[in-house]
């Protein structure tokens, strides 16, 4: 996995002009970054899904405690 900019630019650079994709590790303000660095295609691999479940399992988590809370006042 390649997190240092300097070495995404070289990778760009060796293949060119054959497209380079890459897997986002975190859903922020890194596509126009990679967009800067010659990157032209951004996946989110299982990361979405990722962020979809840990969503679920917080939500879960929240009504449990609350649950928990009702029945105890």
Do not use: Y
Not at 7 to 35: I, M, T
Not at 38 to 59: H, I, K, M, P, Y
Request: net charge positive; glycine share 8%; aromatic share 4%.
């Amino acid at each position: 996995m390649l997190l240092d900019p300097g070495a995404v630019s070289e990778l760009v650079a060796a293949v060119a002009p054959k497209p380079v994709n890459v897997v986002l590790q975190a859903f922020d303000d890194s596509v126009p970054r990679l967009a800067g660095l010659g990157v032209r295609r951004c996946s989110t691999g299982g990361g979405l899904a990722r962020q979809t479940w840990n969503a679920f399992d917080e939500a879960a988590r929240s009504l449990r405690r609350l649950e928990q809370q009702v029945r105890s006042s």
